[in-house]
């Protein structure tokens, strides 16, 4: 199994949210991969934005210039 | 101890609520109906007198004890979190089209994988439906699908739905008001408190596993994650061994006697639309009722909407029969979905798509 480590985690409002959040990283090679909720972060059933605590600047300034609004930034094992 | 950290705890939740399911038909429950959520939401409502279908009418404590066991453990594990406004009135439609689409199969998602599991091929072809139908909306969410968001709103809104319930318990318990049907498969029932027990400890654990047949396959197709599949697969083993100990494996399509039928391009179509529907809604029947424990009143207002569509699927002769002996001339009358029901399952499906294609997220930009 492969071994948990702390990663910086997006939650969004919506599922729309998190798939247009794949979509920009993909165009904009943003590091970082698309996961279901971790269950201690939410009780949804959503998806969340996954990547390295090193990318956090970087994924921040992105959203902020695609209008993508997160819902909480996580840190937590995944 | 987190008991959703790992696939084989997830499994585990799966198995406990498969031995639930077990025990409830054991002590009664309809053959392969252990624990169908759009029956018994459809039995609840004939209950009510919403639809007068004689033989299935009975309020089933099953779903009074899932929306208070996923209520109480969210209090508990501080996870219960009151939010509504996304969509309501599109949620009660989507509600009505996922009640119409199991009725026409007969099953939601958790009796299809039940049947499944008891050898009744029906089931399985209904699963190529369900899966194109979740597909389908995994298509729209890429799209950009989206109901809006929820906001938090006062606690109490999140209250009414546990709260409705428990006065369903009272009324049945307590006065006669509730019909309750004398024979078919309303009659047939586990003992009030075993199934309430069964629907608290059933709720609990699918609160805690995120428990949902839509989800499951969601996250497959959308990231090959299989969290949520694993949870399903638990319980899929543990009623296959159940069925194969106690005899009630039986392999075919015009079994008799267990409420089905082998109409296949409608079993395809009404899982289609199940499916389809609950991705676009947020979850499956059961994880509606999970959700609206929880708090969300977006997830009431959908259950609000399964009731109506129970009501309407017998009022308007929309529901499927299941093939049976006939008792006198002992001849196999084969199921069948009406004309009725055919139509507001393509109806359905319209319905569908056009939610899904002209719902879009908002830019923010």
Redesign the interface.
Known sequence: ?RKKELKLVVTF?????A??MEKACKEQQVPG????VP??IS?G???AWCADLEDREQIAAMMKE????EEAMHECMV | M?L???KKKLALAGVVCGLVAACLAYFGNPANMAFCIACFIRDTAGAFGMHQAEVVQYARPEIIGLVLGAFII?VATK?Y?STAG?SPMIRFILGMVIMIGALVFLGCPLRMVIRMSAGDLNAWVALIGFVLGVATGVLA??K???????YVTNKESGYVLPAIVVGILILSLATSLLKESQTGPGSMHAPVIIALVGGLIFGAFA??S?M?FA?SIR?VI??K?F??FSVIAGLFVVMLIFNIATGRFVLGFNTPGIIAHSDHLWNILGMYVVGFAAVLA??CPL?QLILAG?GSSDAAVTVAGMFVGAALCHNLGLAASGTALNPETKELVAGAVPLNGKVACVICIVVCFIIAFTN??K???
């Open positions: 199994m409002h919506t599922t729309a949210d798939m247009a991969r698309i996961i279901p269950r201690m009780a059933c959503g998806l695609t209008g993508i609004e | 987190n959703s950290d790992s969210s996870e979190r996304s969410l890429k950009g699908f989206s109901l809006g968001r929820a609160q805690k995120r949902c989800g996250d959308l990231m994650n969290d949520l947020g979850g994880r929880q879009k997220r830019e923010t930009k």
